[in-house]
């Protein structure tokens, strides 16, 4: 049984991406894995400062629900990172959660290439959903998730679910009328292989 902490970047509560998260986390707890699933719409957090005081020994200056997500991040063997496509990459509000990353970042004496801090590593996945459905429409939000949290921080990728052709925001989800719901499911179902 492993810990999976699901961070919800939509801001729609029960928009295509909540129903792409709710088909997940239902598959994965059914294979007996214990999911818990954090709105960064409920759960503000901001994009880093850069003002390097994390990297004195001191706590982040920004007072927000980061503080609160550490531990959740610590404790998890798997963070999945959940968000509608804008603008062809993730939204601003999981962007800003990544970015925080940096003040939880220990630092590395013999880092390897492209690496410059030792971050507590674990697996990762990726579910996005969108408007448009072209075979290019995630390339710029699947190129940053591989660069950054798997290259780059060290995350091991379990996978992802790319659900395009979810309609716009514009109107009522439809989701439901796709494929990608089940495929969530199954996805969440077999995330890890049974022992
Ligand atoms: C600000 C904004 C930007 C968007 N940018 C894109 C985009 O670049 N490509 C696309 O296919 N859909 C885009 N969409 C549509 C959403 O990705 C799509 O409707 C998504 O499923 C909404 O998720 P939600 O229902 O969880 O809010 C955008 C929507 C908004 C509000």
């Known amino acids: 049984m492993k810990k999976i902490l699901v961070v919800q970047g939509g801001g729609r509560p029960n ?3 909540a129903q792409l998260v709710s088909s997940f986390v239902k598959g994965a707890e059914e294979s007996g894995h214990s999911v818990e699933t954090v709105s960064l719409v409920k ?3 901001k ?3 850069g003002c390097n005081a994390c990297r004195y020994g001191k706590p982040c200056v920004q007072k927000d629900s980061f503080n609160d997500l550490v531990p959740k991040i610590k404790a998890a063997d798997c963070i ?3 968000s509608p496509l804008y603008f062809w990459m993730v939204s601003s509000r999981l962007k800003a959660f990544i970015e925080r990353f940096y ?3 220990e630092e590395d004496m013999a880092p390897p290439l492209g690496r410059y801090e030792k971050y ?5 996945a990726l579910l996005m959903t969108s408007a448009d459905d072209f075979f290019w429409t995630f390339e ?3 190129s940053y998730y591989r660069f950054a949290l798997v290259n780059y921080i060290g995350f091991n990728d379990r996978g992802m679910v790319l659900a395009g052709g979810c309609g716009d925001t514009n109107g009522k989800p439809r989701i439901d009328e796709t494929s990608h ?5 199954e996805f969440g179902k077999n995330i890890y292989p049974a022992q």
Do not use: H, M, S, W
């Open 120 to 124: 507590p590593i674990k697996d990762c």
């Open 15 to 17: 928009g295509n991406t």
């Open 181 to 185: 719901l089940r495929t969530a499911y």
């Open 47 to 49: 994009g880093c400062l």
């Open 80 to 82: 999945v990172f959940a």
């Open 103 to 105: 003040c939880i970042a």
């Open 43 to 45: 759960n503000e957090v």
């Open 140 to 142: 710029q939000a699947v």
